[in-house]
């Protein structure tokens, strides 16, 4: 048995001298946040529904988690967030690159950091946001009271609404008042049709107002969507069929083999040419940002 | 041992020390948060800034420390299985013990993770019902008729009993809620989810204490090695000692898998490189298979965390990028002599 108690020692010994063997005392590293202003707060983000919804609110997050797929910022806030650190996915945030970026304060998705919890309040205060609660438009206003931006948040909201209304006179001129739609998503793997909830539902069905078709709504809101076969696209009789292909080939692909199918061709939003293939950032994404850059992208399909 | 042999041994236990004592360095070195060689030193010793000291002490040491235990526990487990199995391509991963603890772990997870402080204690035990379940079952459906275990039906059941769990683990998690079921799927690619010292506190006695149990047995797992029936003549119970060294192995690495994830072949990998350096001799291979065990899963570990940064790889992955090809190698190589 003492063979096992050698190397453990040995270790401990290598570890010890090891450590010992350079002291020197540095004090020059020790963080120090409390020289930043206080009214420009560095907020670090840890979902990125709310980092969309500060920037919307013209506030630049010192660093935020990525997408969890897409293994980066999305590619709408890229733009806004070169000089952020990247914290990685939300599911597992890297703790020093949070540390590394210094904030004053966290915000945060409940869901996904009550576990962590206590290790963030360790870096610096975090605000807790149910995202899952409300619609971005509350996300929105709250985080306005509290990083001093409500008329910021008003402004924007006001905009948006501003926005939607024009697209919705639009949309009532070429398809009629009435008009149903429903939103499929064509991946590699599956056929899904969007139900009225999160993150398709709300755009479509509430902000313009369009009719969900047949059998939308009874998919219920417990799920995003459904997985159907192409064969049913037809069941749901609707007027205009909004495709989310990912920018990506293998996701283009997937798409020109369901428009080359004899069952697509069949549908009459299709033989009327009532189709809007859009992309799932920032379609997918929501937040104020998403949803308004959503909003920007439709309105430049209208006018074309 | 012929003192000559012994030196050489001693030789090779000091030098891979010495790696491991490397290892730990490369790591603790590596991350977002830059650290100078001089401020990990430094904190080390007890004069680091606060952010160092929370950087070393509550971030990297304790996943340091728990990659080099589970490392160990899963290899000497691999060892100690491939000495019950009398064949040195047994690994607890491809047999399906892994898929087993992985079963008791989301029961965890999903139902008494939340029951009361420092429930997560139990996590080892539940991953130790779930492993001898899983081991129970392989070794009932492999035993042949007169009580010998074949070898190539050891695997495929493995391979069977493996899938079944996983799928059972994975229905439970998407059966339960997202979250476990994102835990189960991470666990599977091998994600070393353990990082705080609760877990540390957890795993190192459990592996410790199982593994000098295992170490006790390295005489007769000796004796067993040149055949049943001598091992019987020299007085051991052959029974006896197989049927602990397949409960050791199975504490042992159930309770490391709980808290590492899903690490495949390292069971195989390590045991191996063992022998290769030092020969047979369990008393040997054990706490070498050990060593060679925590260096390849903290290297792992390491890289999959630092290299990429924003989207870490699983330490899994990179052991199994390792550990298939040398699977093969060694089928291949059996294969031939056979």
Redesign the interface.
């Known amino acids: 048995m003492k063979k096992w108690f050698l190397p453990a020692s040995f270790t401990l010994l290598a570890v010890f001298l090891g450590a010992c063997g350079n002291e020197t005392t540095t004090n020059e590293v020790t963080s120090d946040s409390t020289t930043e202003a206080a009214t420009e707060q560095r907020i670090a983000s840890l979902s990125i529904h709310l980092t969309n919804d500060l920037i919307a609110l013209d506030i630049i997050p010192v660093g935020s988690v990525v997408g969890g797929s897409l293994g980066d910022f999305l590619p709408q806030s890229a733009p806004y967030l070169k000089d952020a650190v990247k914290y990685g996915p939300a599911k597992e945030v890297d703790m020093e690159a949070l540390l590394v970026s210094k904030p004053d304060v966290i915000v945060a998705d409940e869901e996904f950091a009550t576990a962590n919890l206590a290790d963030y309040e360790d870096i610096a205060p975090v605000q807790l946001f149910d995202l899952d609660e409300g619609t971005w438009r509350d996300h929105l206003t709250l985080l306005g009271q509290n990083f001093n931006k409500e008329q910021k948040a008003e402004q924007f909201i006001s905009d948006y609404e501003k926005k939607t209304e024009e697209i919705k006179a639009k949309l009532d001129e070429q398809f009629g008042e009435n008009a149903t739609a429903m939103a499929i998503r064509v991946t590699n793997k599956e056929l899904r049709v969007f139900s009225t909830a999160r993150p398709m539902g709300p755009i479509l069905f509430e902000d313009l107002d369009l009719e969900p078709a047949n059998g939308i709504v009874e998919l219920g809101t417990e799920e995003p969507y459904q997985v159907i076969s192409k064969e049913v696209i037809g069941d749901f009789d609707a007027d205009i069929i909004f495709v989310v292909v990912n920018n990506d080939e293998e996701a283009q692909k997937v798409y020109d083999q369901l428009t080359a199918s004899s069952v697509w061709q069949s549908l009459e939003a299709v033989q009327k040419d009532q189709i809007f293939v859009v992309s799932d950032q920032p379609w997918l994404d929501y937040s104020a940002l998403g949803n308004s850059m959503a909003i920007d992208e439709l309105s430049n399909q209208l006018k074309e | 041992m012929a003192p000559k042999r012994r030196n050489s041994l001693l030789l090779y236990?000091?030098v891979t020390?010495?790696l491991?004592?490397l290892t730990?360095?490369f790591s603790i070195n590596l991350?977002?948060?830059?650290l100078s060689?001089?401020?990990v030193?430094?904190t080390?010793?007890g004069?680091g800034?606060?952010?160092?000291i929370?950087?070393l002490f509550?971030?990297?040491l304790p996943r340091i420390l728990i990659a080099l235990v589970g490392g160990a526990g899963i290899a000497v487990a691999g060892s100690l299985l491939q000495s019950y199995t009398g064949n040195h391509l047994a690994d607890t991963g491809l047999l399906g013990l892994h898929a087993g603890a992985s079963f008791g772990l989301i029961i965890f997870m999903s139902f008494f993770s939340q029951s009361f402080l420092y429930a997560e204690m139990l996590i080892p035990f539940f991953a130790f019902i779930g492993g001898i379940l899983a081991a129970i079952l392989i070794v009932y459906l492999a035993k042949s008729k007169n009580r010998t275990i074949n070898t190539n039906k050891l695997i495929l059941i493995g391979i069977a009993v493996s899938a079944l769990f996983n799928a059972i683990t994975l229905f439970l998690s998407l059966r339960l809620s997202d979250?476990t079921y994102?835990f189960a799927a991470?666990w599977l690619l091998g994600?070393i989810w353990a990082r705080d010292w609760i877990h540390v506190s957890i795993i190192l006695p459990w592996v410790a204490i199982f593994?000098?149990l295992a170490?006790?047995l390295a005489h007769p797992l000796n004796l067993l090695q040149v055949g049943d029936e001598f091992a019987q003549t020299t007085g051991i119970s052959v029974k006896y000692i197989k049927n602990n060294a397949l409960l050791l192995a199975v504490l042992l690495s159930s309770g490391s898998v709980a808290m590492v994830g899903n690490i495949s072949f390292l069971g195989l990998l390590a045991p191996h490189l063992a022998r290769q350096l030092v020969g047979s001799d369990y008393?040997l291979t054990l706490?070498l298979s050990a060593?060679l065990g925590s260096i390849i899963l903290l290297l792992s570990d390491t890289i999959g965390r630092s290299l990429f940064?924003?989207?870490?790889i699983p330490a899994g992955i990179f052991v199994a990028f390792i550990g298939g090809p040398y699977f093969i190698f060694l089928l291949l190589k059996n294969n031939r002599s056979v």
Do not use: C, K, Q, T
């Open positions: 236990i000091l020390l010495l491991v004592f730990f360095l991350g977002s948060y830059h060689l001089l401020e030193a430094n080390l010793v004069h800034s606060d952010n160092s929370l950087v509550e971030y990297r979250e994102s991470s994600n593994s000098l170490y006790r008393r706490p060593i940064e924003a989207n870490p």
